[in-house]
């Protein structure tokens, strides 16, 4: 397998809520820079008009990340108006629950009950996902959560925002030019920011924390993605004539790949 198992500050129970939401709001506007939302809304309106679904049941949703954004995008499609949202994480924060269920959107809410992605029974029905979310989950846990779509006959799309191809001799030899490039984009992304809070702007610009932060936790997410190929490898002994699975690149409306996708249906 390809993937090597790094951390990320965010994965620490110690790492401030604060500043691993704004962290998120960073990968936010990375996301809107990239047309992310605009290539999920579509990925996703796809599979639930085949499949004749009206919510989807997010996983591991942290801070929420771009997920709203994402549904912005899918209410605009004809038919999809009224596709619903719901967030949900191992430990959901009381922060983010309350912020999103005292939002006016009803169709966007973050359940406060734990949701284990490794354990799909009795999920409420809908698509599941996991967005930028799958490369923390070693490979056991990785196996499973696909093991448990399977057997509870859960559809389920995965997104990572970039592809795990750069041989990993060189992904160390460019990480300190990685990490100043990935610095300096903080500054220039925290004022296309929401919810800026005055403590993310002293530790961005006058004690430059977060940058340092934001720059680790980029780069060290890349070589912990899974690749294409070893997407076939969580999936040995997981296929059958009961449920597909399909991987592949995601791609905008000009062909060009942006992530990648393995998305998991029920036959």
Known sequence: MKRIQLFE??????????????????????????GIPEILGKLLADILKERGLKQIIDLGSGSGGSMPLVMDEIHKIQGMEDVKLVMTDLYPNPEFVRKFNE????????????????KLFGTPEGLKTMINSFHHMPPE???????SAKENRQPILIYEMAENNIPTLIWWLTLPLGLLILMVMVLFMTPFAKHVSFKQVIFTYLIPIIPIFYAWDGQASLPRMYSLDDYDILLEGLEGDDYKWEKGRAKNEKGRATGTFLIGLPQ
């Open 9 to 34: 500050f965010e994965d620490f129970k110690w790492f401030p809520s604060w500043m691993r939401s704004a962290i998120t709001n960073l990968l936010v506007v990375l996301h809107k820079m990239m």
């Open 103 to 118: 939002d006016s959107n009803d169709l966007v809410r973050y359940s406060s009950t734990s949701q284990d992605a490794t």
């Open 141 to 147: 846990a990785a196996k499973g959560i696909l093991r």
